[in-house]
């Protein structure tokens, strides 16, 4: 079925940016509402962002004003911009649809850390 590739995590300080891609194989990132998500060491996957087919958006409580996400309908990609990041946001990333949930991908790790 849809395959999910996640990329552009990496090593930043407190307080720097990320931008992370998610490419999908088929058009399920403009035909569903999408979401990424995080895991923590030792901790359950949760919910950080969601978009739907018509570009609502909502976020988890604690990364409000801190990151967006955004899609591009054209290059079958999701993105999560992360600004002034922070320890507590540790954690391997994934995307996904929200609801109707298809394979996940390999996730891409994001470590904050000084």
């Known amino acids: 079925q849809v395959q999910l590739v996640e990329s552009g995590g990496g090593l930043v300080q407190p307080g720097g940016s990320l931008r992370l891609s998610c490419t999908a194989s088929t058009s399920i990132i403009s035909i569903y509402t999408m979401a990424w998500y995080r895991q923590a060491p030792g901790k359950e996957r949760e919910y950080v962002a969601t978009?739907?087919?018509?570009?609502?958006?909502n976020y988890k409580d604690s990364v409000k004003g801190r990151f967006t996400i955004s899609r591009d309908n054209a290059k079958k990609t999701l993105y999560l911009q992360m600004n002034s990041l922070k320890t507590e946001d540790t954690a391997v990333y994934y995307c996904n649809a929200a609801k109707s949930q298809v394979p996940w991908g390999q996730g891409t790790q994001i470590a904050v850390s000084s």
């Open positions: 978009i739907t087919k018509g570009g609502t958006t």
